[in-house]
């Protein structure tokens, strides 16, 4: 079982051209539990950020929810994140991953975030806003 907080407000996956010069505002001022991550490849950036961040020039996906695993997770560790999506396939609710050195994140479709929060719980999962 894994203890997992529902951060405040919705989040945006985005697509922004490679060599594109990231904003500042992604990086500056950020509130409380905002999360910013973005990946760099050969054939784009990628940033998930609060949809408020999102740059004017991305292509945005649908608005999101932001789940976050509470406690550390080891480095090492191959099932914690399998333990959340899992029950989140099962119940066909889409998911977008992502891993900090601390901790697992995940990103359920707002319109699916009852059904999604829903699944985890019965998989034994303590989901808390």
């Known amino acids: 079982m894994l203890d997992i907080a529902l951060l405040p407000g919705e989040y945006a996956v985005c697509r922004l051209a490679a060599g594109t010069t990231l904003p500042y505002a992604l990086s500056s001022g950020l509130r409380g539990a905002d999360v910013v991550t973005v990946s760099w490849t050969s054939d784009g950036i990628s940033v998930i950020c609060p949809t408020d961040r999102a740059p004017a020039q991305a292509v945005v996906e649908t608005t999101w929810r932001c789940l976050r695993v509470t406690a550390p997770v080891a480095l090492a560790g191959t099932d914690s994140l ?12 889409s998911v977008v991953t992502f891993s900090t050195f601390d901790t697992d994140y995940l990103l359920v479709p707002t319109v699916r975030l009852t059904e999604g929060t829903a699944a985890l719980q019965r998989a034994g999962h303590r989901v808390t806003s």
Do not use: G
């Open 82 to 93: 399998a333990a959340l999506v899992d029950p989140l396939a099962e119940a066909r609710v």
